[in-house]
């Protein structure tokens, strides 16, 4: 499965941007699915992550109650909705996922990941 990531770009602190990471070659619907972010001079961490049912999901502390993962099977499509951007929120932003895991299970840690989008450059300026 091909990953392609958008939706990037330079917003001002406070701000909202909506990441899409589109598939194709293979449908979603039983894949898992991650967002993780490496900033420069940092290792990759994890960010979020929806289990292929879509009924589960879970987040990082530094943006729990912020940014929201969703996926939509019909469109092959997941989404990372990241609302009151903060500084340090400052990264390349990459998709992954996973199959063969069971319906509701989260994947938390990258090299559980298969397949990566090429990431997505998200800056927040003050």
């Known amino acids: 499965v091909q990953l392609q990531a958008s939706g990037g770009g330079l917003v001002q602190a406070g701000g909202s941007l909506r990441l899409s990471c589109a598939a194709s070659?293979?449908?979603?619907?039983?894949?898992?699915m991650g967002w993780f972010r490496q900033a420069p001079g940092k290792e990759r961490e994890f960010v979020a992550t929806i289990a292929w049912s879509g009924l589960r999901s879970a987040y990082v502390d530094s943006v729990k109650g912020r940014f929201t993962i969703s996926r939509d099977n019909a469109k092959n499509t997941v989404y990372l909705q990241m609302n009151s951007l903060k500084l340090e929120d400052t990264a390349v932003y990459y998709c992954a996922a996973v199959e063969g895991e069971p319906r509701n299970s989260l994947v938390t840690t990258a090299r559980e990941y298969d397949y990566w989008g090429q990431g997505t450059q998200v800056t927040v300026s003050s």
């Open positions: 070659g293979r449908t979603l619907s039983s894949y898992a």
